[in-house]
Nanobody, 116 residues
């Protein structure tokens, strides 16, 4: 069964850290571009970080650059999003997407809440 599962979300205080995981089963992430998206209440889903399958090059939305780090563990077939210096405006449901040509896989999302 082809599946993407996000985990690692939760409640954290401003300035805190979380590490999100995006684990794949039923297919290999090696050939897929992986993008982390988030969707805050009342807002559109936005892409915040991606990692290339070719050379593991990365890109970030300006709002998270310098605070978030995307990485890939091929042995575990998992992509991570390390989130540091979290702000209340980072509160959202976080989703991972795996894309290869016309094929897209989405996870179910994990809630991140940044609040004191």
């Amino acid at each position: 069964q082809v599946q993407l599962v996000e985990s690692g979300g939760g409640l954290v205080q401003p300035g805190g850290s979380l590490r999100l995981s995006c684990a794949a089963s039923g297919f290999s992430l090696d050939f897929y571009a992986i993008t982390w998206f988030r969707q805050a209440p009342g807002k559109e889903r936005e892409g915040i970080s991606c990692i290339s399958p070719v050379d593991d090059s990365t890109d970030y939305l300006a709002a998270v650059k310098g605070r978030f780090t995307i990485s890939r563990d091929k042995a575990k077939n998992t992509v991570y999003l390390q989130m540091d210096s979290l702000k209340p405006e980072d509160t959202a449901i976080y989703y991972c997407n795996a894309n290869f040509l016309s094929t897209d896989h989405w996870g179910q999302g994990t809630q991140v809440t940044v609040s004191s």
